[in-house]
């Protein structure tokens, strides 16, 4: 935090006030010990576990996104100079400052120690925010998450240091996907080797392909398709589970990874390959059905056979074949696995294809649809702005009211 960035005690603290609480009957509506609410209002702690700001928010009827500072949001918004002030939380979080003993040095040894179960709370917590396209509060909420997995890894020992590791990795992972939707590439690319770094101490496969999964993504944003590829093939090869006797969580995991290497064909041309992965693919998610692995809400792994059946409409948007996207897209039927963002991206796949087949008005339909479901989310995907200047540059009249709310929230600039 900064000077210029309120902390979450000073957010506390003026939505107590606002609601006529007192400390002790806001610990009483809450169920959070009042000797918290004072350490939080006085300074004393920067932040509390998300399970806690959640209770907050609840008992004062607030988002838990008005607990955090307004650079973060800012950052979300895309503001042009809010990411030096937003980021610096994560950016601390991610690269620490160590001593010659290998410690951080923001290490505060008063506090609580974390343990198996709040880590796990806390992962799947800021998991649920993320998955609410609520970047804000995720970002805000990632440098106290790092701090616990970090914590965690150094005071555990044995099998419960093996677990430490793989939450640790997801934790990691979660703030490289966040990361990369907010176009953060270089931070992105140091969560993930962390997150990468953790699966392998953990030994845990499924743990390794979970983490893989989005580093494919990154390189796959940087361009990097034979890599990601390779990657993400060379992966799944070493990962792949007996259809017969798998689980869930092997399944999904060996899936998700298929997804990332035939997004990574087609992207290089390789149209026949992809589709080869895409059948392998259909196979796992058909023996998946719509069973969950069970710490599916703690990765956001949407492996199943809507996953597939999607990003074979990606795949036609990307080989110039729009008419096949929109028949493709008509036919998916959906799975209980799929993460919102994946069905937003693929609307604006059925967007483009309207686009290209010359229907402007069903395009701007899908997007405004999508400005009023997913905001936040779509502010951060080059490809609206994409498809916002196909349909500027192809209209033959001047840009109704609501496309030129469209060309502001997505930033176009014609």
Not at 40 to 57: H, I, V
Not at 318 to 338: C, H, Y
Request: aromatic share 4%; proline share 5%; glycine share 8%.
């Amino acid at each position: 935090m900064t000077s210029t960035e309120p902390k979450i005690g000073h957010n506390l603290k003026r939505h107590r006030k606002a609601a006529g609480l007192s400390q002790e009957a806001l610990s009483e509506a809450s169920g959070i010990c009042v000797s918290v609410i004072r350490d939080l209002e006085q300074g004393r702690r920067d932040t509390a576990r998300m399970p806690t700001l959640s209770a907050f928010a609840a008992a004062l009827h607030i988002t838990t996104g008005q607990l955090f500072g307004d650079a973060s949001a800012g950052v979300d918004r895309r503001e042009p100079d809010a990411e030096p002030v937003g980021l610096i939380g994560v950016r601390r979080a991610l690269t620490p400052v160590r001593g010659l003993d290998g410690q951080p040095l923001d290490v505060d040894p008063a506090g609580p120690a974390p343990t198996i179960a709040d880590v796990t709370d806390a992962v799947r917590a800021a998991n649920r925010i993320y998955h609410r396209n609520d970047y804000a509060a995720t970002l805000a909420a990632l440098p106290g998450l790092l701090g616990q997995v970090r914590a965690l890894v150094d005071i555990t020992g044995g099998d419960e240091q093996l677990a430490a590791h793989t939450l640790a990795s997801r934790g990691y992972a979660l703030a490289g996907r966040l990361l990369i939707q907010l176009r953060q590439v270089d931070l992105a690319h140091v969560a993930l080797d962390n997150a990468l770094r953790h699966a392998r101490d953990s030994g845990d496969q499924v743990a390794g392909a979970e983490a893989v999964a989005p580093m494919c993504w990154l390189l796959l944003r940087c361009g990097r398709f034979a890599d990601a590829k390779h990657l993400a093939l060379r992966t799944a090869e070493s990962t792949e589970p007996r259809l017969s006797t798998a689980n869930p969580a092997e399944l999904a995991g060996w899936g998700q990874l298929l997804i990332k290497a035939a997004a990574a064909a087609v992207r290089d041309a390789s149209r026949d390959e992809a589709s080869e992965i895409l059948d392998l693919a259909a196979a796992g998610a058909l023996r998946l059905g719509d069973r969950r692995a069970p710490h599916a809400n703690l990765i956001g792994n949407d492996f199943s056979t809507e996953g597939v059946h999607l990003m074979r409409v990606e795949a036609a948007v990307i080989a110039g074949q729009p008419d096949q996207a929109l028949t493709l897209a008509e036919n998916i039927t959906r799975s209980p696995q799929v993460t919102p963002s994946a069905r937003q991206r693929n609307r604006l796949d059925v967007a483009w294809s309207y686009v290209q087949t010359g229907q402007h008005a069903a395009a701007t339909r899908t997007l405004l649809d999508l400005r009023d479901t997913a905001p936040a989310w779509l502010r951060h995907q080059p490809y609206a702005g994409d498809i916002v200047g196909e349909i500027i540059d192809t209209r033959r009249r001047a840009a109704s009211a609501e496309l030129a709310d469209l060309m502001s929230t997505v930033g176009y600039t014609p």
